[in-house]
């Protein structure tokens, strides 16, 4: 059984940082690529950022140069560092992971709540 575990959220005030963590298990980790998304009130998801098994990593254009991922295959385990927070960052951010042949992200994790108050 495939889960996925965000952590890591809270409340920041405006330039703040947060780490978020996402933990998997039930899968071979390295073969999955993993993205953060994230989802405010009354707005469409939306990717953040992500990184392939390769490690290759993409952003939205809102996320560079404040946003990084990274992944520990050892651990299983995909951070998303945020710096320079600001309130429009304030959503449920959501790690999801997608074998790297498919197209879909299949397996969720339950969210975790970002709050930045200006």
């Known amino acids: 059984q495939v889960q996925l575990v965000e952590s890591g959220g809270g409340l920041v005030q405006a330039g703040g940082s947060l780490r978020l963590s996402c933990a998997a298990s039930g899968l071979t980790f390295s073969n999955y690529a993993i993205g953060w998304f994230r989802q405010a009130p009354g707005k469409e998801r939306e990717m953040v950022a992500s990184t392939r098994s390769g490690g290759s990593t993409y952003y939205r254009d809102s996320a560079k140069g404040r946003f990084t991922i990274s992944r520990d295959n050892a651990k299983n385990t995909v951070y998303l560092q945020m710096n320079s927070l600001k309130p429009e960052d304030t959503a449920v951010y959501y790690c999801?992971?997608?074998?790297?042949?498919?197209?879909?992200?299949?397996?969720w994790g339950q969210g975790t709540q970002v709050t930045v108050s200006s």
């Open positions: 999801a992971a997608r074998d790297k042949w498919s197209t879909r992200y299949d397996y």
